[in-house]
């Protein structure tokens, strides 16, 4: 069985029972190591994560750079489910030997439809009480990572 480092756990601990519920059961089968990587984020943090590829112009910000953006949510005007405490949403990363963290491609996808498929049986046990979404598949229709949407490869969230 995996277990969470003390950087991830201390991750861990700020957020929901649902998600919390869904991370211990992904460690126990899990055979991807995997750590938390962010659970609660601040409003401050948010807003510094909504400023990247854009540029404040007339006292708007304005996408500038697509590629660079990281987020659509400014955490003011609307709240990311990073801003609830306790969160709503946490980001992995994955431990490979000889590489250590990283945020491989192949191995998120394999640990986002990991969390996926644990989170729906939870749900169907009534053991969690929310549904739950991975950010490389936001609109859930089955094709991943799709060209041309917003990718959040690394990000799993409650479904309200």
């Not at 991830?8 to 700020?14: G, I, L, M, N």
């Not at 659970?39 to 304005?62: D, F, L, M, P």
């Not at 945020?103 to 394999?110: I, N, S, V």
């Amino acid at each position: 069985m995996l277990t969470l480092s003390a950087n991830s756990r201390a991750k861990y601990e700020t957020l929901c029972e649902d998600l919390r519920i869904i991370i211990d059961e992904a460690l126990r089968y899990s055979t991807i190591d995997f750590g938390i990587s962010e659970g609660h984020r601040s409003v401050a943090t948010q807003q510094e994560y909504y400023k990247k590829g854009r540029s404040e112009i007339n006292g708007e910000w304005v996408i500038t750079d697509k590629s660079k953006v990281v987020t659509y949510v400014d955490g003011v005007v609307n709240k990311s489910k990073h801003n609830y405490s306790p969160s709503m949403a946490f980001d992995f990363y994955v431990y490979i030997p000889g590489k250590n963290m990283t945020y491989d491609p192949t191995h998120l996808t394999a640990l986002g439809y990991m969390f996926v498929v644990l989170g729906n049986k939870l749900y169907e046990e009534g053991k969690i009480t929310h549904k739950i979404r991975w950010g490389g598949n936001f609109d859930q229709d089955g094709e991943i990572l799709e060209p041309g949407t917003f990718r959040d490869s690394p990000h799993i969230e409650l479904i309200d």
